[in-house]
T-cell receptor, first 115, second 111 residues
Framework: DVKVTQSSRYLVKRTGEKVFLECVQD?????MFWYRQDPGLGLRLIYF???????EKGDIPEGYSVSREKKERFSLILESASTNQTSMYLC??????????????FGPGTRLTVT | GESVGLHLPTLSVQEGDNSIINCAYS??????FIWYKQESGKGPQFIID?????DKRQGQRVTVLLNKTVKHLSLQIAATQPGDSAVYFC??????????FGGGTRLMVKP
């Protein structure tokens, strides 16, 4: 089974703190994604990466950065956390879409509260 | 169906009944569609997917129907069970390896 793990299930940080959210997948997937999920808004893509050291902005990259130093690990960084970044953060991974499916495998999520 | 803004559409069904969850997609060039189920406190889980050259695909107790003419996707769940209670998302692929997600529909199953 594909496993995507996220470093924390719940996190509480103060405004202005630097926050690291870590994601690890064990299926040698090329693609990795970070989403945030807010009530009624579905999943919105923050950043994605299709290879080590490669990154692409998604729909809402402002206030975030990412790092992918190893294939299995994709980190989301909030340089200076703000209260409007309080949200559920979901990491996902997928194979390079050369076949039939673009299925993404999700981690359990990190609920971040910024106070 | 699709949600707009902060309100999540809710479908309430009786245990044992069939459920139909609808989704309108935006891009006629999308060639792949997928349904996810998300239970409270968990990440989304794959249910079923379909490519644009198909009209219907069946899984275990689930069927996805695709109507490209009106850009509509539906998920049918047969004999709905309490464990089916969750939020259901549709998503489409129309560029690279990315998925664009709908806002979700909450399914509540009444015992």
């Amino acid at each position: 089974d594909v496993k995507v793990t996220q470093s924390s299930r719940y996190l509480v940080k103060r405004t202005g703190e630097k926050v690291f959210l870590e994601c690890v997948q064990d299926m040698d997937h090329e693609n990795m994604f970070w989403y945030r999920q807010d009530p009624g808004l579905g999943l919105r893509l923050i950043y994605f990466s299709y290879d080590v050291k490669m990154k692409e902005k998604g729909d809402i990259p402002e206030g975030y950065s990412v790092s992918r130093e190893k294939k299995e690990r994709f980190s989301l960084i909030l340089e200076s956390a703000s209260t409007n970044q309080t949200s559920m953060y979901l990491c996902a991974s997928s194979l390079l879409g050369l076949g039939w499916s673009y299925e993404q495998y999700f981690g359990p999520g990190t609920r971040l509260t910024v106070t | 169906g699709e949600s707009v803004g902060l309100h999540l559409p809710t479908l309430s069904v009786q245990e044992g009944d069939n459920s139909i969850i609808n989704c309108a997609y935006s891009n006629s060039a999308s060639d792949y569609f997928i349904w996810y189920k998300q239970e409270s406190g968990k990440g989304p889980q794959f249910i079923i997917d379909i490519r644009s050259n198909m009209d219907k695909r069946q899984g275990q107790r689930v069927t996805v129907l695709l109507n490209k003419t009106v850009k509509h996707l539906s998920l049918q769940i047969a004999a709905t069970q309490p464990g089916d209670s969750a939020v259901y998302f549709c998503a489409e692929n129309n560029a690279g390896n990315m998925l664009t997600f709908g806002g979700g529909t909450r399914l509540m199953v009444k015992p």
